[in-house]
């Protein structure tokens, strides 16, 4: 079992930047594939980023490319969150998510485990 509290949100300016961590309870923190998703409002949940076990492999969708970077310290059990020009589109509940089998990291039908999330705000 994995519990997962995001935190970090908050509202900021276009260009701004945030940095949003996921708290992971359990000892098999490292065991797990880890993601990233953003729903915004009258939208559906949208993949963002996910990061392998290791740290070694990264993966992140189209629109956040050169913006937005994930990575984790598997010492503290937290996966991050870098986002770095932030765009008014970007504005939503961002959700973190654990899986220990995820394969197609972008599908939110491989997590297992998913936090309550936390609202990013971008104003123009």
């Known amino acids: 079992q994995v519990q997962l509290t995001e935190s970090g949100g908050g509202l900021v300016q276009a260009g701004g930047s945030l940095r949003l961590s996921c708290a992971a309870s359990?000892?098999?923190?490292?065991?797990?594939?880890m993601g990233w998703f953003r729903q915004a409002p009258g939208k559906e949940r949208e993949f963002v980023a996910a990061?392998?076990?290791?740290?070694?492999?990264?993966y992140n969708a189209d629109s956040v490319k050169g913006r937005f970077t994930i990575s984790r310290d598997n010492a503290k059990n937290t996966v991050y969150l870098q986002m770095n020009s932030l765009k008014p589109e970007d504005t939503a509940v961002y959700y973190c998510?654990?899986?220990?089998?995820?394969?197609?990291?972008?599908?939110?039908?491989?997590?297992?485990?998913w936090g309550q999330g936390t609202q990013v705000t971008v104003s123009s």
């Open positions: 359990g000892r098999t923190f490292s065991s797990y594939v």
């Open positions: 998510a654990a899986d220990r089998w995820a394969s197609s990291w972008s599908l939110q039908s491989e997590y297992g485990y």
């Open positions: 990061i392998s076990w290791s740290g070694g492999t990264r």
